[in-house]
């Protein structure tokens, strides 16, 4: 089963729409963190270091409610600590179905298959489980043995009882690319939707501070990792932000995207730092200092971060915003990712400030299109070959 119709249309369409309205900033994925703790306590986590009075609270139902419905985005994403480890979370899903908005709620597992009678399957909720490798690799990254087991169990078992399933990974400097290919491999078997994938975010919490990538080595290991990938894996990201992983498509993070809201409020100015809060979503909006923050900022925070919460957003929006961001999607979905050829050494450029080149940009690639179809009236309408769509995307 793949990323239902329905639920690419609905996000195409919000895309659009606010496209159509002008609006420049718009929320694309809510992160509903209802609560801190959780049942493992992972070496690369910056989430649980809070004190146990803060780990004990949990956002009750109807505040996450009210988040949602201040926000507005489309899909919400539920991580934690760890979602199923909330009393409500039946409940807080159930309310977001009923909203029809597409969920994603990030879980270990380990308490999944126990809890899989409490939960309808639909095609509004997915369970994305988090394993950052085969059985060594995920048992340590988690810092317990046996876990990686008992996730691939209740994969099988959500799976076989009809749910959607996606899993989560995050990799460090010590992940060696072709083991990450075999693992990709197996979870495919596994029958999951797709999955997804991203750097570790350097944490300042975070207890190991020495094997989180830095900009380069993260260019360096997805270009391989993603040099000709296998036909048969699926993941549940948009291709540009697997292409902007490899090298071959620059993006600037878009914060506003995946707004966070937590037990502290609406959090500046993203999923990763945490910059102050919000006593509503209209203020984080309004009041947050978006210029300080992405690569091209300066920002010491941001020098590093590839992460899908603050780059997820920026590709979607080039997708449907821009024609070079389309030309690239169509590209990859028609032809395949090809061998990586890195940009990494390229200065950051700001594409959240283009708009005027990209308008113009875009006026003469479809004046090129335009005469390109033309010249081909009488060669009777040949289909654009790779290179062309390769050569008008990077125009
Ligand atoms: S670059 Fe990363 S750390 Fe900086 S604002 Fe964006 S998501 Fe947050």
Redesign the pocket.
Known sequence: MGVPVSQMWTVASYVLRQKLRGVQRYPLVLMLEPLFRCNLACAGCGKIQHPSSVLKRNLAAEECFQAVEECGAPMVSIPGGEPLLHPEIHEIVDGLVERKKYIYLCTNAILLEEHLDRFTPSKYLTFSVHLDGLQEEHDRAVCRDGIYEVAVCAIRKAVERGFRVTTNTTLFNDADPEMCRRFFDELMELGVEGMMVSPG?PYEKAPDQERFLHRNETLRLFGKLLDRPKRTWRFNQSPLFLEFLRGRFDLE?T?WGNPTYNLFGWQK?????QEGYCGSFKELMETTDWDS???CSG?P??TD?M?H???EPSAVAQTFGSLKGFLRTAKVTVFGFGPSRAIMDEPAADLRRTSPQIDAALVQLQESLSSATDSREDASATPASEAEVELLSRS
């Open positions: 975010y993070c914060p100015p993203c999923y990763l730092l923050y992405g690569r920002n925070k941001c971060c992460v919460s603050g780059y």
